[in-house]
């Protein structure tokens, strides 16, 4: 039976892909994360099955190929952790799952949004403690106030069509805008123009070597007084200092992450009884205006069962010769 280790690899994984599996192949799961350390628990297994922050760069997928791996299954949609040029130049097949419910995201995203134009976790806390006080949680309505969506991808449109349901301006910059949002009317803008004249700004676009750093200094300059921005895409996005003094001088009035930049050595465990060495990060979770959560805006029963049977799936279509239905061409 085909031999595939599973990294990063939590009891919730390990669940939903046994189901999915139905004894099909023959899954070695490992908790630890996959980079130089810890790949030679690869060794003799041609598939290797990963998650959002394990290491794919040269070094790792050179080593994974002299140990016999052909293929990787990427258990998520993002592929910025791959290295492209060495799965050419070795290979490799990767595969991912392109779309397992753009709902999850696009759902948590409102979630965190609303959370920070009308800071509800903030109330939830001082409840909690017998704080019943409104002094500083004064909110303000979505509607009639404009939201950027930033990629009209899956995701993207998803977030647009549930704002559509909020009385704001929506604006949305794509380079390559969305068929059927267009089709329905939606104004599609440049980024510079989002972020010009959006109160409230999203972001659901990959990150590449264009968008790395797409709200950085020079942009937060142009964006509005008291602007919120939302990222439920990736880290790297934003760049976390601007970011930072963007906050600390009140030019940005309120920040919802759940993804960081450097969320690799951060997110998916428990780190309650250790310190966290990351300042940047740190000093981020303490502002009272931002809001942070480890990277689980996907975490739903639905994106769970549909990441497993289309992980197993990619696996099984290259096993029996066939092009993965989640193959990455980039
Ligand atoms: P998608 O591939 O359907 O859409 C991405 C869109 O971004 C495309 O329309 C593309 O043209 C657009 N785009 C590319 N460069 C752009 C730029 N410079 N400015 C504006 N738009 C640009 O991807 P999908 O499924 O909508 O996912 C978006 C991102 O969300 C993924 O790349 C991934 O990083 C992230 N994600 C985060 C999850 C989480 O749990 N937090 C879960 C799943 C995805």
């Known amino acids: 039976m085909l031999k595939v280790a599973v990294f990063s690899t939590k009891k919730y994984d390990q669940r939903f892909l046994e189901e999915a599996n139905q004894g099909r192949l023959d899954l070695h799961f490992f908790e630890a994360r996959l980079d130089l350390d810890t ?44 290295n492209f040029y060495s799965v050419k130049n070795l290979g490799l ?16 995203t409102i979630g965190i949004m609303i959370n920070l134009t009308r800071k509800i976790w903030r109330a939830i806390n001082r409840a909690r403690e017998g704080n019943f006080s409104l002094q500083g949680l004064l909110g303000f309505n979505i509607a009639g106030h404009t939201v950027g969506v930033v990629g009209s991808g899956k995701i993207g449109a998803a977030v647009a069509e549930a704002l559509s349901g909020f009385q704001c301006r929506i604006l949305l910059s794509d380079p390559y805008p969305n068929p059927d949002l267009v089709t329905k009317g939606y104004d599609f803008v440049s980024v510079e123009q989002l972020f010009r004249e959006s109160d409230l700004i999203t972001l659901h676009c990959p990150l590449t070597d264009t968008t790395r750093h ?6 937060i300059a142009t964006m509005k007084q008291d602007v919120m921005i939302v990222n439920t895409s990736r880290g ?36 309650s009884d250790s310190i966290i ?54």
Not at 248 to 254: F, N, P, V
Not at 297 to 325: C, K, V, Y
């Open 39 to 82: 790949c030679p628990l690869a060794d003799k297994f041609p598939v290797v099955c990963t998650f959002v922050n394990d290491d794919l760069g040269p070094e790792v997928l050179l080593r994974l190929f002299g140990g016999g791996t052909r293929m990787i299954a990427l258990r998520c949609a993002g592929y910025n952790n791959v």
């Open 93 to 108: 097949v990767v595969a991912r799952v392109p779309a397992y419910s753009p709902l999850s995201i696009s759902e948590f």
């Open 214 to 219: 797409m709200v950085n200094r020079d942009s």
């Open 236 to 271: 790297a996005l934003i760049d976390t200092e601007a970011v930072t003094e963007g906050l600390k001088e009140g030019k940005i009035a309120g920040l919802a992450i759940d993804v960081y930049e450097e969320e690799a050595d951060i997110f998916f465990e428990d780190r």
């Open 277 to 330: 060495q990351d300042d940047s990060f740190t000093r981020l979770l303490h502002f009272p205006n931002v809001i942070v959560t480890g990277h689980l805006a996907f975490f739903t029963i639905e994106a769970m069962r549909a990441i497993a049977s289309q992980t197993i799936d990619n696996i099984l279509a290259w096993h029996n010769g066939e092009s993965p239905p989640g193959l990455v061409t980039p």
